[in-house]
């Protein structure tokens, strides 16, 4: 008997995850959020709910939105990942993570990655989003800290400073 | 308990021809998967039955949406983002452009296909009501060939469809003759993002000559698919708008259900709010009337 370890096999698996080539030996069906967090140590994301509910586990996927968790590892194939790691650049933090700082958008922070990313994609389409935008673009991202008004005024805050996704 | 990936495989052949190949040769051997949004949360609970998966995710064949001059032609595998930016998707199907935008959050909506939803039929989907609406057409294909069906005749019972194991849907065809309609699309649910509805309407209807026309009603999350009220429709067309009409509107939309008590909601309340969320669209046909 195969040991269960090696059923299917694991496979090499390449992408780009915050500018850089990776390739990962995975099975096809491991989550990209576990691939993140345990082949490549990139432990911003979070794991919440696990079932696509609460967002923590957000990260863009080739410049789009997406729940890491509902993710299968192999649909990354030469896709570009972008996690909450590849924002700050030389020790400088980016507009919106400065703005949640300011604001109190963050506290216990499990959900700030996602906020944050989803704000991201949310600046990338639209750098001038009024309230309703914002609130629309990140309904997908559960807080149960602090109440959202501190996340949403980050995301105006950040957007007054012209910051992009 | 969650599911351990080295017992399942997954394989991504990259064309719609090499898919319908792996289906052929092993019918009900391989499920589909595409965005995941359905498939990824049984298998993390560890409820997926199927231990051979197919990536139909991103297949360029599934992923345009085509008009031509009398038809729209989705293809299944266009994600709800998709509908919500495409602009004459947006005018003319407003009914799906809106449920697209209260199907879960942004990063399902970047995922969720509505081809995936169809196939997963789950009756709370709050984009089949509008399908039932328009009289959309789904175009199935296998290697065996395509097949074209009416829409409506797609789900037999809670979860089972018309779909062969061999089988993919193609594309979900709209006819191009609603932009005269007055539509009208509700979410009744714990909040408009990600929480699944207790009940949804997609409703479109006219008034000729003062009575009603061609009302459609399509509701969610009320029976074990999503239903048309066939009966409600026949008795309301023809009819004047009034009082005593929307009361018996009512009466006979939420007789016309058959809902269930569930973690969402009772029987007894998705009853009074379908009869209510018909009425509501009735007066607001009726408003449209008077201010023209």
């Given at each position: 008997?195969?040991?269960?370890?090696?059923?299917?096999?694991?496979?090499?698996?390449?992408?780009?995850?915050?500018?850089?080539?990776?390739?990962?030996?995975?099975?096809?069906?491991?989550?990209?959020?576990?691939?993140?967090?345990?082949?490549?140590?990139?432990?911003?994301?979070?794991?919440?709910?696990?079932?696509?509910?609460?967002?923590?586990?957000?990260?863009?996927?080739?410049?789009?939105?997406?729940?890491?968790?509902?993710?299968?590892?192999?649909?990354?194939?030469?896709?570009?990942?972008?996690?909450?790691?590849?924002?700050?650049?030389?020790?400088?933090?980016?507009a919106l993570?400065?703005?949640?700082?300011?604001?109190?958008?963050?506290?216990?922070?499990?959900?700030?990655?996602?906020?944050?990313?989803?704000a991201c994609q949310l600046l990338d389409k639209n750098p001038r989003p009024?309230?309703?935008?914002?609130?629309?673009?990140?309904?997908?991202?559960?807080?149960?800290?602090?109440?959202?008004?501190?996340?949403?005024?980050?995301v105006?805050?950040a957007a007054?400073?012209g910051a992009t996704g | 308990?969650?599911?351990?990936?080295?017992?399942?495989?997954?394989?991504?052949?990259?064309?719609?021809?090499?898919?319908?190949?792996?289906?052929?040769?092993?019918?009900?051997?391989?499920?589909?998967?595409?965005?995941?949004?359905?498939?990824?949360?049984?298998?993390?609970?560890?409820?997926?039955?199927?231990?051979?998966?197919?990536?139909?995710?991103?297949?360029?064949?599934?992923?345009?949406?085509?008009?031509?001059?009398?038809?729209?032609?989705?293809?299944?595998?266009?994600?709800?983002?998709?509908?919500?930016?495409?602009?004459?998707?947006?005018?003319?199907?407003?009914?799906?452009?809106?449920?697209?935008?209260?199907?879960?959050?942004?990063?399902?909506?970047?995922?969720?296909?509505?081809?995936?939803?169809?196939?997963?039929?789950?009756?709370?989907?709050?984009?089949?009501?509008?399908?039932?609406?328009?009289?959309?057409?789904?175009?199935?294909?296998?290697?065996?060939?395509?097949?074209?069906?009416?829409?409506?005749?797609?789900?037999?019972?809670?979860?089972?469809?018309?779909?062969?194991?061999?089988?993919?849907?193609?594309?979900?065809?709209?006819?191009?003759?609603?932009?005269?309609?007055?539509?009208?699309?509700?979410?009744?649910?714990?909040?408009?993002?990600?929480?699944?509805?207790?009940?949804?309407?997609?409703?479109?209807?006219?008034?000729?000559?003062?009575?009603?026309?061609?009302?459609?009603?399509?509701?969610?999350?009320?029976?074990?698919?999503?239903?048309?009220?066939?009966?409600?429709?026949?008795?309301?067309?023809?009819?004047?708008?009034?009082?005593?009409?929307?009361?018996?509107?009512?009466?006979?939309?939420?007789?016309?259900?058959?809902?269930?008590?569930?973690?969402?909601?009772?029987?007894?309340?998705?009853?009074?709010?379908?009869?209510?969320?018909?009425?509501?669209?009735?007066?607001?046909?009726?408003?449209?009337?008077?201010?023209?």
């Amino acid at each position: 008997m195969r040991d269960s370890e090696h059923q299917h096999g694991k496979r090499d698996i390449s992408f780009q995850v915050n500018g850089r080539s990776v390739t990962v030996h995975a099975h096809a069906m491991e989550r990209l959020l576990d691939v993140l967090r345990h082949e490549l140590g990139l432990t911003g994301t979070k794991e919440g709910c696990g079932e696509g509910e609460c967002g923590s586990c957000s990260v863009l996927l080739d410049g789009v939105l997406v729940n890491s968790c509902l993710v299968p590892v192999m649909q990354a194939q030469g896709s570009e990942v972008r996690t909450i790691e590849s924002l700050s650049a030389s020790g400088r933090l980016h507009a919106l993570q400065q703005a949640f700082l300011e604001c109190g958008g963050a506290q216990c922070g499990i959900c700030t990655p996602g906020m944050i990313l989803a704000a991201c994609q949310l600046l990338d389409k639209n750098p001038r989003p009024n309230i309703d935008e914002i609130r629309e673009w990140l309904s997908g991202n559960l807080c149960r800290c602090t109440g959202y008004t501190q996340i949403l005024e980050a995301v105006e805050e950040a957007a007054r400073r012209g910051a992009t996704g | 308990m969650r599911a351990n990936p080295a017992e399942y495989e997954l394989v991504a052949p990259g064309t719609l021809s090499a898919v319908l190949t792996l289906l052929a040769e092993e019918p009900g051997g391989w499920l589909p998967i595409a965005g995941g949004t359905d498939v990824m949360v049984q298998y993390a609970a560890g409820k997926l039955a199927a231990r051979r998966l197919v990536s139909i995710w991103n297949l360029e064949e599934l992923r345009q949406i085509e008009v031509s001059g009398d038809e729209v032609r989705i293809g299944a595998g266009c994600t709800y983002t998709d509908l919500r930016e495409h602009a004459v998707v947006s005018r003319e199907f407003s009914l799906l452009a809106s449920t697209a935008r209260w199907t879960g959050g942004i990063a399902n909506q970047n995922r969720g296909t509505l081809g995936g939803n169809i196939v997963n039929a789950s009756p709370a989907a709050d984009s089949l009501p509008a399908l039932l609406a328009y009289d959309a057409d789904l175009l199935l294909v296998s290697a065996r060939g395509e097949r074209r069906l009416p829409y409506g005749t797609f789900h037999l019972d809670y979860r089972k469809t018309l779909l062969s194991p061999d089988e993919l849907i193609r594309a979900i065809c709209l006819k191009r003759r609603f932009s005269g309609y007055y539509a009208h699309a509700r979410k009744v649910g714990a909040r408009t993002a990600q929480a699944i509805s207790k009940v949804c309407l997609a409703a479109l209807g006219k008034i000729a000559s003062g009575v009603m026309a061609d009302v459609r009603l399509a509701v969610g999350s009320v029976a074990p698919v999503p239903l048309r009220l066939s009966a409600t429709e026949r008795r309301v067309n023809g009819k004047r708008i009034d009082g005593a009409l929307l009361k018996s509107a009512k009466e006979w939309a939420s007789t016309e259900i058959r809902p269930i008590d569930d973690i969402r909601s009772t029987a007894e309340y998705r009853a009074a709010v379908t009869g209510n969320l018909v009425a509501e669209f009735l007066e607001r046909l009726a408003e449209t009337e008077a201010a023209r």
